[in-house]
Antibody, heavy 123, light 107 residues
Framework: QVQLVESGGGLVKPGGSLRLSCAAS????????MSWIRQAPGKGLEWVSY?????????YYADSVKGRFTISRDNAKNSLSLQMNNLRAEDTAVYYC???????????????WGQGTLVTVSS | DIVLTQSPATLSTSPGERATLSCRAS??????LAWYQQKPGQAPRLLIY???NRATGIPARFSGSGSGTDFTLTISSLEPEDFAIYYC?????????FGGGTKVEIK
């Protein structure tokens, strides 16, 4: 079955950096686009970033993270990453990786999600 | 950005009742709207995509309808496990956006 397992979250000071990882299994990772979504404590969902199956064709970021976050993937290792620099208090959230369902359109719906990893930005 | 407004914010209802949740988009998203369910401490789960298509393994009591700017998620007869928060999400244009959620709680 599809499994997505995030790791790398933790407590970091404002201005600091953190790298999140998402280990994928149970499907052919290189066939799927992937995305990161976050959820601040007690709040709703916010899309963060999106990457094409090859990591080259399409990469998008939310304006709130553009220039600070970098999404990447290693298809040989079935792994998705999110490098987060210059972190702010408002980046505090649970970060989920999600698989993008392969259907026509700008992006597919998010058909499988990991359990999330908590990032806390605080001094 | 496309803003999705969900209503009501909270729906207090009972098992066995019918639940109707609304999602309104600030501009047309065609049929590119999905619904997710999230329970406390869990990741969201895809229920419905492209307005009316049930995702794999989703019970038939969940149905979606609508197009353009107005969408509805209907749960025909609430089961105890259906009490959760429901989010809509559009994939018609970047950035992808989510609604603020509707909490379905036990009355």
């Amino acid at each position: 079955q599809v499994q997505l397992v995030e790791s790398g979250g933790g407590l970091v000071k404002p201005g600091g950096s953190l790298r999140l990882s998402c280990a994928a299994s149970g499907f052919t990772f290189s066939d799927y686009y992937m995305s990161w979504i976050r959820q601040a404590p007690g709040k709703g969902l916010e899309w963060v970033s999106y990457i094409s199956h090859d990591g080259l064709y399409t990469i998008y970021y939310a304006d709130s993270v553009k220039g600070r976050f970098t999404i990447s993937r290693d298809n040989a290792k079935n792994s998705l990453s999110l490098q987060m620099n210059n972190l702010r208090a408002e980046d505090t959230a649970v970060y989920y990786c999600a698989r993008v369902k392969s259907v026509p359109g700008v992006s597919g719906p998010l058909d499988n999600w990991g359990q999330g990893t908590l990032v806390t930005v605080s001094s | 950005d496309i803003v999705l407004t969900q209503s009501p914010a909270t729906l207090s209802t009972s098992p066995g009742e019918r639940a109707t949740l609304s999602c309104r988009a600030s501009q047309s998203v065609s049929s590119y709207l999905a619904w997710y369910q999230q329970k406390p401490g869990q990741a969201p789960r895809l229920l419905i995509y492209d307005a009316s298509n049930r995702a794999t393994g989703i019970p038939a009591r969940f149905s979606g309808s609508g197009s353009g700017t107005d969408f509805t998620l209907t749960i025909s007869s609430l089961e105890p496990e259906d009490f959760a928060i429901y989010y809509c999400q559009q994939r018609n244009s970047w950035p992808l956006t989510f609604g603020g959620g509707t909490k379905v709680e036990i009355k």
